[in-house]
């Protein structure tokens, strides 16, 4: 294996100049002569290395800047300033080598022809990559088992379900077997059983193929299953970049502990506990102090009558809002 990285990321910044219009009538009259323009500052100084065969979960709010930073890395923007290299290459110049060596997948962008049954585009992109039949054959009977879609690739594009549809669109992303996998929100708008269904198949085809991957979600679930590490960025810059279970030490200063009560008990006698967030007088949800989260649950299955209690670890959704929401700090 060599020693470069598969993706190396250096002072990346992506600014959008944008044209910005006066309100009204007379703003736009006014327009005519003096354009004003503001700069959006997609990307502002974000620098990374992702080892070959890592699978790296990219994180952050709307409008982070996740999507920019992909697209440069796809050679589909060119970068105001800084460097990146993915296997080597400079996305920008799109040379043949590359291309035939990484994927973009977007959810929310398709690039299956809708009129037409997958299998068509699949054959459409074996001549592209100029992938060897019999390689082709063989790479596309393996996913179509996986993903099970044998019934399913020879249907009209626009009859497919969401679902199928987005493993039709992976299919065709991967069949030239590319070594480094960039995926924008692969799973939004699946439900529950094909999201895992997706992801057991991206974790499959890493190891398989040692791929390195670059996932972006919102869906908290993707990353904590796929990632051991996470990179999050906030406004373009970024926040932290590290193991996810450091993430939830480093902002979670506390544990969720729930309750049910084989009496009831009073919510003030709960508040000497820790913060009691909701409460029935039968069940109860706190929050106490990470460190003494044991301690404390201890001392509460002896003052009180406990039935069952669990100390959880506070949802990662709920952190990251922390980190982020100016307005509603939840004081995890
Ligand atoms: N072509 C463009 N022209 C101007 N501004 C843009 C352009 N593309 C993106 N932006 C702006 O750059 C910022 C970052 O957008 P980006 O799509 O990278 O965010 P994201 O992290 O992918 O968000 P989301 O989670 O919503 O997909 C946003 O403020 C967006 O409006
Ligand atoms: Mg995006």
Redesign the pocket.
């Known amino acids: 294996m060599s020693s470069i990285p598969a993706v190396k990321v250096d002072h990346l910044k992506k600014h ?1 100049k ?1 044209y910005k219009k006066k309100p009204g009538f007379m703003g736009s009259i006014e327009s005519l002569w003096h354009r004003e323009y503001e700069t ?1 500052k ?2 502002d100084d974000i620098s990374f290395d992702i080892e070959q065969g890592e699978i790296v979960g990219f994180i ?10 992909l697209k440069v890395l796809s050679g589909l923007l060119y970068q105001t300033s800084g460097s990146v290299s993915v296997l080597g290459y400079n996305p920008w110049k799109r040379q043949a080598a590359f291309q035939k060596q990484f994927s973009l997948v977007m959810g929310q962008k398709n690039q299956l022809w809708w009129d037409v049954p997958a299998m068509e585009t699949f054959l459409l992109n074996q001549t592209i990559y100029e992938v060897p039949e019999k390689q082709f054959r063989n790479t596309l009977d393996a996913l179509i088992e996986i993903l099970d879609v044998k019934d399913i690739i020879n249907i009209q594009v626009r009859k497919l379900s969401l679902g199928q549809r987005m493993k039709c669109e992976l299919i065709a992303s991967l069949l030239h077997n590319p070594k480094v996998l960039f995926l ?2 692969p799973t939004i708008g699946l439900d529950v059983v094909m999201q895992k269904s997706l992801r057991d198949f991206i974790r499959q085809y890493n190891k398989e193929f040692g791929a390195t991957i670059i996932l ?1 979600s ?1 869906y908290m679930d993707d990353v904590k299953e796929l990632c051991e590490r996470a990179i999050m ?1 906030d406004r ?1 810059a970024k926040v932290f970049d590290g193991q996810l279970s450091d993430l939830i030490d480093k902002y979670a200063r506390n544990k969720i502990l729930s309750l049910a009560f084989s009496k009831p008990v009073q919510k003030k006698l709960l508040e000497k506990y820790g913060i009691v967030k909701n409460w029935t007088g039968s069940t109860a949800t706190m929050l106490v102090p990470r460190k003494e989260a044991t301690k404390r649950a201890a001392t509460m299955l002896t003052d009180l009558p406990i039935h069952d209690l669990n100390i959880e670890e506070i949802p990662l959704e709920a952190i990251i809002r922390e980190v982020f929401g100016e307005e509603n700090r939840l004081h995890l």
């Open positions: 959008f944008v959006v997609a990307v952050g709010q709307n409008g982070a800047g996740k999507t920019t930073t924008d929100e972006t919102h960025i373009g």
